[in-house]
């Protein structure tokens, strides 16, 4: 019995330390859309995603998880404002 091989032949078990999770872009708006601070954030949330599912295909994996990250950062900030302050230069 020790030398049974219980892993199904062609099915390998799912290793954290060098895989990540998989999911969808839906998810990824579903859980930006849970961490938004406010309602405005909430509406951010479809276009930045889709902004960065198109450019994703484009650049290294890498790129890709910092644009998630800094929307995630962006979206559960409760400091933000949307929109310009008046008397603010646009740079």
């Not at 930006?32 to 276009?47: G, I, K, N, T, W």
């Not at 889709?50 to 409760?78: M, N, T, Y």
Request: glycine share 6%; proline share 4%; with cysteine.
């Amino acid at each position: 019995m020790d030398d049974m091989n219980l892993t199904p032949v062609g099915v390998e078990l799912w290793d954290p330390a060098a895989d990540m999770p998989v999911w969808t872009w839906n998810q990824l708006e579903d859980a930006l859309r849970d961490l938004a601070a406010s309602r405005q954030q909430q509406d951010m949330v479809e276009s930045l995603v889709s902004a960065s599912r198109k450019q994703a295909r484009f650049l290294p994996s890498g790129h890709v998880l910092k644009e998630i990250l800094c929307i995630a950062w962006v979206i559960a900030d409760e400091t933000f404002r949307g929109g310009r302050e008046e008397g603010s230069a646009m740079t």
